[in-house]
T-cell receptor
Framework: DAKTTQPPSMDCAEGRAANLPCNHSTISGNEYVYWYRQIHSQGPQYIIHGLKNNETNEMASLIITEDRKSSTLILPHATLRDTAVYYCIVAPTSGTYKYIFGTGTRLKVLA | DAGVIQSPRHEVTEMGQEVTLRCKPISGHNSLFWYRQTMMRGLELLIYFNNNVPIDDSGMPEDRFSAKMPNASFSTLKIQPSEPRDSAVYFC????????????FGPGTRLTVT
């Protein structure tokens, strides 16, 4: 079973920030939080990952709560091309590289 | 870089036939993963290899499924005999162990078993 819980769907207006939440209350100390997205019919695409500090890259920002039990992926200025299913995954940093994908959040960016 | 290459992109076969899916990982990557995606079960890890050695095949559904990685640049997933419930999109992904946190996914093979 997936170790994460995400809302099944969200809408966001184009140009606005999209904030996608994820609960991972059973996360272990050696597990990272990863975010991937899957645009219709394509293979999943890596977005960002983090351990306990907030992270930012050219695609998104990742905010992890201090207790690490939840996180939020932020797409600062959503575009129509960001419409996709977003998956939050927790996995160890070493040993096994086994991802368990949940059902994800289907984000629809509206014009 | 061409990315992860999978072939064929689409496969339609009849129940009972053997099906072989192929994957070429990104050059220099030493870990390879096979996933299956269906509407009912979502995206599932079937098996993964590190340095061409199968590490975890607990996701392989039945003995009808087998996977090999004869060298660092090629892997196959075989289903024999195929059944209609095997219809799915099969993804291959690769990464460079201990150097990258990112799995790079291929475009997938859409398998239809009639």
């Amino acid at each position: 079973d997936a170790k994460t819980t995400q809302p099944p769907s969200m809408d966001c207006a184009e140009g606005r920030a999209a904030n996608l939440p994820c609960n991972h209350s059973t996360i272990s100390g050696n597990e990272y939080v990863y975010w991937y997205r899957q645009i219709h019919s394509q293979g999943p695409q890596y977005i960002i990952h983090g351990l306990k500090n907030n992270e930012t890259n050219e695609m998104a920002s990742l905010i992890i709560t201090e207790d690490r039990k939840s996180s939020t992926l932020i797409l600062p200025h959503a575009t129509l091309r960001d419409t996709a299913v977003y998956y939050c995954i927790v996995a160890p940093t070493s040993g096994t590289y086994k991802y368990i994908f949940g059902t994800g959040t289907r984000l629809k960016v509206l014009a | 870089d061409a990315g992860v290459i999978q072939s064929p992109r689409h496969e339609v076969t009849e129940m009972g036939q053997e099906v072989t899916l192929r994957c070429k990982p990104i050059s220099g990557h030493n870990s390879l993963f096979w996933y299956r995606q269906t509407m009912m079960r979502g995206l599932e890890l079937l098996i993964y290899f590190n340095n061409n050695v199968p590490i975890d095949d607990s996701g392989m559904p039945e003995d009808r499924f087998s996977a090999k990685m004869p060298n660092a640049s090629f892997s196959t997933l075989k289903i024999q005999p195929s059944e209609p419930r095997d219809s799915a999109v099969y993804f291959c992904a690769s990464t460079r162990l201990a150097e990258s946190y990112e799995q790079y996914f291929g475009p997938g093979t859409r398998l239809t078993v009639t």
